[in-house]
């Protein structure tokens, strides 16, 4: 093996557990807007497991995509807000109350972008240091 093909590994586990990180991130978000203290608890369980590791530690940024990520299927959810839409089939018709998914949308996207672009620049800099 190779000092390039340690780095790879290196590269390529770091990024496994940002995404690892994600999953908590979403699972802390989740808690936060909707399951409370039935997913916030796990989620906080498994963060303070994995942050007991200086190597996984460092991937931590994945938080911020993973909350963002959720945040993006809300305001997905609610594309057709703000306010009341009706709708109508052959057997059956209802209304239903959507929130305005555009705070949610750039929320997201901030957190969600912003945790990737950081851990990447983290990993570059790492990797091609000056």
Do not use: E, K
């Amino acid at each position: 093996m190779t000092v390039l093909d340690g780095s790879l590994r290196s590269y390529r586990s770091g990024w496994a557990w940002f995404w690892a990180w994600a999953l908590v991130g979403c699972g802390v978000a989740l808690g936060a807007v909707s399951l409370g203290w039935f997913a916030s608890a796990p989620a906080a369980f498994v963060a303070v497991l994995m942050a007991s590791r200086p190597t996984i530690r460092r991937s931590a940024l994945g938080l911020f995509t993973g909350a963002g990520a959720l945040l993006l299927f809300v305001a997905w959810v609610q594309r057709a807000g703000p306010g009341t839409t009706c709708w109508r089939t052959a057997t059956a018709s209802g209304c239903d109350q959507h929130l305005n998914p555009v705070p949610w949308l750039l929320v997201g996207l901030v957190l969600f972008v912003g945790g990737v672009v950081g851990y990447a620049r983290r990993v570059r800099s790492r990797v091609l240091p000056g």
